[in-house]
């Protein structure tokens, strides 16, 4: 599946932004999907997962609370709402997807997802 995603700006720390990731290709509502991001300097790290029925969600524990991910099947789109957004969280945020992930488990290991998007920027400013 070819993941696009979409939504990343500049901010002030305390904003709010809407990640999307559209999919195409093979069905993307079997698919277990991740947000991971980078920052300069850094590792690849995750950022939140949600099963392929959306009954299981995961999230770093840097996020929780501020962050919400959710997917729209009908769509073959799934987002990422950031709240509450700190000048820390500025990165490369990349959408990721998986077939055959358990309804139950979302992993949050970067080498267990097989298809990635090629990211799209999030800047926060103090």
């Known amino acids: 599946v070819q993941l696009q995603a979409s939504g990343g700006g500049s901010v002030q720390a305390g904003g709010s932004l809407r990640l999307s990731c559209a999919a195409s290709?093979?069905?993307?509502?079997?698919?277990?999907m991740g947000w991971f991001r980078q920052a300069p300097g850094k590792e690849r790290e995750f950022v939140a997962g949600?099963?392929?029925?959306?009954?299981?969600?995961s999230y770093a524990d840097f996020v929780k609370g501020r962050f919400t991910i959710s997917r729209d099947n009908a769509r073959n789109t799934v987002y990422l709402q950031m709240n509450s957004l700190k000048p820390e969280d500025t990165a490369v945020y990349h959408c990721a997807g998986v077939s055959g992930g358990s309804r139950w488990y979302v992993s949050r290991m970067a080498h267990e997802y097989a298809d990635w998007g090629q990211g799209t920027q999030v800047t926060v400013s103090s």
């Open positions: 290709g093979r069905t993307f509502s079997g698919n277990n």
């Open positions: 949600i099963s392929w029925s959306g009954d299981s969600t």
